[in-house]
């Protein structure tokens, strides 16, 4: 069964500091990863998808290497912003289905 | 706004009543599914549908929780009788029919269910 971790559960910066969330997973035969944003009470919004064949995505301020033999994944947001508050989750897709990290609650402080 | 639609937003009922969500996918878009989210975790998949047939439903509670998607568009989630443990958002995803690796998933709103 796959497993994902993100590390760590939350992270407080000051505003204009990068941000580098942390994603591993267990089972490295994936189709792709994907990154999504969570406010609190919505759904997710999905940011950047990295297929298995890809190292890297950009968006913006946000870049996400994937290394699948090792089973990690960074997200990267450049300044951020105190917009840029909420949960963020990492989810592979492997056997047809997607499996979520618990997430990295971030809070920029202005 | 997400492109896909689900109501009710909030269902706040007893233990032992019956609930029902309904999810209405992006238009076009073959694959939905259903996920349930506890608070301080990721979405677990309850059940997927590729058009009107359910693809996976292993880890549906199928006692208590049943799923259609009868025209292969819109789908309703039903729990009876709910239990406190099932106090969650559920959210509704879909995903279009072309090839698997390079398209995502599009989320809901989601219906945050509390059961007193």
């Known amino acids: 069964k796959q497993e994902v971790t993100q590390i760590p559960a939350a992270l407080s910066v000051p505003e204009g500091e990068n941000l580098v969330l942390n994603c591993s997973f267990t089972d490295s035969a994936i189709y792709n990863l994907q990154w999504f944003r969570q406010d609190p009470g919505k759904g997710l919004t999905s940011l950047l998808l990295?297929?298995?064949?890809?190292r890297e995505q950009t968006s913006g301020r946000l870049n996400a290497s994937l290394d699948k033999s090792s089973g990690r994944s960074t997200l990267y947001i450049a300044a951020s912003q105190p917009g840029d508050s909420a949960t963020y989750l990492c989810?592979?897709?492997?056997?047809?289905?997607?499996?979520f990290g618990a997430g990295t609650t971030v809070t920029v402080r202005a | 706004e997400a492109e896909v639609a689900q109501s009710p937003r909030y269902k706040i009922t007893e233990k032992s009543q019956a609930v029902a969500f309904w999810c209405d996918p992006i238009s076009g878009h073959a694959t939905l599914y259903w996920y349930r989210q506890i608070l301080g975790q990721g979405p677990e998949l309850l059940v997927q549908f590729q058009d009107e047939s359910v693809v996976d439903d292993s880890q549906l509670p199928k006692d208590r929780f049943s799923a259609e998607r009868l025209k292969g568009v819109d789908s309703t989630l039903k729990i009876q009788p709910a239990e406190l443990g099932d106090s969650a958002m559920y959210l509704c995803?879909?995903?279009?029919?072309?090839?698997?690796?390079?398209?995502?998933?599009?989320f809901g709103d989601g219906t945050r269910l509390s059961i007193l």
């Open positions: 995803a879909s995903r279009s029919r072309v090839r698997i690796g390079n398209q995502p998933q599009h």
């Open positions: 990295i297929q298995s064949s890809q």
């Open positions: 989810a592979v897709l492997n056997d047809y289905k997607l499996s």
